[in-house]
């Protein structure tokens, strides 16, 4: 059977086949357009995580208090007192006592349920989801240059384009067949460029023909020195700017404010570098920038977005085939649940909240016994502050394990314990969440359910159920509109098949951008994958749209892309003589998330069986450090124990600590997040995860 994978926003298709006795096997499916036949190391064993069924949650649970051990109960008792207890909070303080933590590895169908429930019916905009932490800040980025968090390029724009600018990305590890793409494609054609821009020297950076290593929180300055560059050299596209673009007389103003000379003294790279960045995209013919965190996770993260999307607004490389900004996701279906609205400020369709004819619309088409809220909800990070002040009382957590994925996670477990009523939907108990539960509700997991969802380029991808849930887990859907029904909204939850929810969610998107009222589960058997827009009578344009703004049109009020003036200064947290060293934190190869998935396999867990300190020589060297010791990393909040790794790849003064690991090992402390702080960009509300102070101190037993 054809699928697809459930790790990465790349969306590999997969072949799933079921041997007599049971066994499953995967392999790539050459069929499909992303990935054609390759998958990675965590793609290749995806089996296992289904096979391996000895820690799947296969009852509900719950207690009555949290001195008491979990008992099994019945699905309609988990979810009769889920609803008391919701009814009671929100009558007594109201629909913003409760929330939805939601993750972007839910389907498109769950994140449409979830959010229609909590704004349409509870009357409440609490709901936001893991892909908050990852890509909110080029969700706000793109709206704001381009008028919507639309991605304009596609997949075979690699093989269109001669030029890459990877910054703040490591695709090499984290979005490996798209690398493997970007590799094939340069073999076949030696004029192709690949540039990294890193502070660390990563797989990526070692196969690019130049890398800057520049310091932590100094891409805007780079970016703005490369836009002066571009035109000074003449390399800009002014029939576009002029055409089609607001804003460049500020932008020129702006870069023109700081000499190339000083900003590679900032960023702490050579000027000549930085020209040759800029030559060679003047050269260029096809120009694709690529990134993820190193962007996003910024407290200045919305800024650093915008800093590199003005780049292909000035020299207009943008909806040209082989030209664009591409920003990664890393979850499967973090563009899914944007779409649908699964974010506290959005509604679905790319609707926005704050917008009174977008709120009348929804409405109107979901019949809403409430006013949806005019105003934001609670994003992932004031979640879990607003349980620890106590002004959020219940909390409902699916397919995500915020106790080890949250910056400063210190506070999230403290949050969790203050809780008045904790609900956890998940797979399996390995989400070091689920300790801190009232109620417990088992999933079904990935090729135990149907629905859809939609990778980096806009595809959107059907998943078949390919083999049942064991014990009575159920699929999400099905529990969020079984307690929907429970709550009293039976008539506008009667669904009896998730490809009824995608119907209604995709006739919601009618008249919009991201119009899909073409696509349908039948559709998407036949053809595999679509491209969204796509919509009703597109049946005979293949496979979608592959690329936006080939007409120069964008989605703003007056249809012209949006340059930005930016100031460049970074605001995370300082450092100082206490804690003089910045820590950035990030994924290795074959692990994914927390690990409640890649953990479960042997295979995997062998490639780097231990969480580890990357330290510079320099660093290591004044703290009496050796290769290997046990140290301790202190921050402001906390600490981390963990070996370290003495290396180059990391720039003096900069540590990089892996985000997988939680608290199943040696008490807590491996979990990385200990020490990073809530700092989050104001716009996006996404944290600074590439930016902590710390120090790091040789660990002596007490
Ligand atoms: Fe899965 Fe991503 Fe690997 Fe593809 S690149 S197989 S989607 S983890």
């Not at 389907?107 to 704004?119: Q, R, S």
């Not at 699964?342 to 369709?349: D, K, S």
């Not at 359910?449 to 159920?465: F, H």
């Not at 007056?558 to 003589?577: F, K, M, V, Y």
Request: charged share 20%; proline share 5%.
């Amino acid at each position: 059977m054809q699928t697809t994978c459930c790790y990465c926003g790349v969306g590999c298709g997969i072949v799933v086949k079921q041997e007599s006795n049971g066994r499953l096997t995967v392999e790539g499916d050459k069929q499909h357009p992303s990935n054609r036949g390759m998958l990675c190391s965590k793609g290749m064993n995806l089996h296992y995580t289904v096979m391996d069924q000895s820690d799947r949650l296969l009852y509900p649970q719950m207690r009555l208090n949290r001195s008491m051990p979990m008992q099994r109960v019945s699905w309609d008792s988990a979810l009769d007192r889920t609803a008391a207890v919701f009814k009671t909070f929100i009558e007594k303080f109201g629909p913003d006592s409760v929330a939805f933590y939601v993750s972007g590895q839910c389907l498109t169908e769950e994140y449409y349920l979830v959010n229609k429930l909590i704004k349409g019916f509870i009357g409440s905009n609490n709901i936001d989801t893991n892909s908050r932490l990852c890509m909110s800040s080029a969700v706000v980025g793109y709206k704001l240059a381009l008028g919507e968090d639309s991605v304009p390029v596609c997949y075979d724009d690699i093989e269109e384009a001669d030029l890459f600018l990877v910054q703040g990305a490591n695709p090499a590890w984290c979005h490996p067949i798209l690398w493997r793409r970007i590799e094939a494609h340069k073999a076949a054609n030696p004029n192709v460029k690949i540039i990294c821009i890193d502070p660390r020297r990563t797989d990526t950076a070692r196969s690019s023909d130049l890398h800057l290593p520049i310091r932590p929180g100094t891409d805007i300055v780079l970016n703005n020195a490369i836009g002066r560059l571009l035109i000074e050299n003449g390399d800009i596209d002014l029939d576009f700017i002029t055409n089609h673009a607001d804003g460049f007389t500020t932008y020129h103003t702006q870069v023109m404010l700081r000499s190339v000379e000083e900003a590679a003294e900032i960023c702490g790279v050579s000027v000549e570098d930085i020209r040759t960045v800029a030559d060679w995209i003047g050269r260029s013919k096809g120009f694709l920038s690529l990134w993820t965190m190193g962007l996003n996770q910024s407290v200045v993260g919305v800024n650093k977005n915008l800093s590199l999307i003005n780049l292909h607004l000035i020299t207009g490389r943008i909806g040209k085939p082989g030209n664009g900004p591409f920003s990664l996701t890393g979850q499967p279906n973090a563009m899914g649940g944007r779409e649908t609205g699964g974010l506290a400020n959005v509604l679905p369709a790319h609707r926005d909240v704050t917008n009174a004819d977008h709120r009348a619309e929804v409405e109107a088409f979901w019949n809403t016994p409430v006013r949806i809220a005019d105003k934001p909800g609670l994003t992932a990070t004031e979640m879990f502050d607003a349980l620890n002040t106590g002004t959020l009382k219940a909390i409902w957590i699916i397919n995500t394990n915020p106790m080890v994925s949250m910056p400063d996670v210190n506070t999230v477990e403290a949050a969790l314990k203050k809780a008045r009523f904790v609900v956890v939907q998940d797979v399996s108990n390995r989400a070091d969440t689920v300790q801190f539960a009232d109620v417990v509700l088992p999933a079904a997991a990935w090729l135990e359910k149907e629905g859809t969802m939609t990778n980096a380029e806009r595809r959107i991808a059907y998943l078949p159920k390919v083999i049942d849930a064991p014990g009575e887990a159920l699929p999400d859907s099905e529990i969020i509109w079984r307690f929907a029904q429970k709550m009293g909204f039976e008539a506008n939850f009667s669904y009896t098949s998730v490809a009824e929810v995608y119907d209604e969610y995709a006739k919601i998107t009618a008249g919009t951008n991201i119009d899909i009222t073409g696509v349908s589960h039948e559709l998407l058997k036949q053809k595999r994958t679509i491209q969204w827009p796509f919509p009703q009578g597109a049946g005979s344009a293949g496979q979608g749209t592959k690329r936006l703004f080939s007409d120069n049109q964008f989605y703003t009020a007056n249809g012209r892309a949006q340059i930005h003036a930016l100031p460049d200064e970074n605001t995370s947290e300082p450092t100082d003589s206490d804690f003089p060293l910045v820590l950035t934190t990030g994924r290795i190869r074959d692990q994914w998330h927390t690990m409640t998935k890649t953990g479960r396999v042997a295979k995997l867990n062998q490639h780097i069986p231990q969480p580890f300190l990357q330290i510079h020589p320099d660093d290591a060297r004044i703290r009496g450090i050796q290769d290997e010791q046990l140290v301790e990393v202190r921050s402001r909040r906390g600490e981390v124990r963990v070996k370290a790794q003495i290396s180059e790849d990391v720039r003096p003064g900069l540590c990089f600590l892996p985000m997988h690991w939680g608290k199943r090992l040696n008490n807590n402390l491996n979990r990385a997040n200990n020490v990073t702080n809530a700092l989050v960009d104001p716009r996006s509300k996404e944290p600074d995860f590439k930016f902590s102070a710390v120090d790091v101190v040789l660990y002596r037993k007490p």
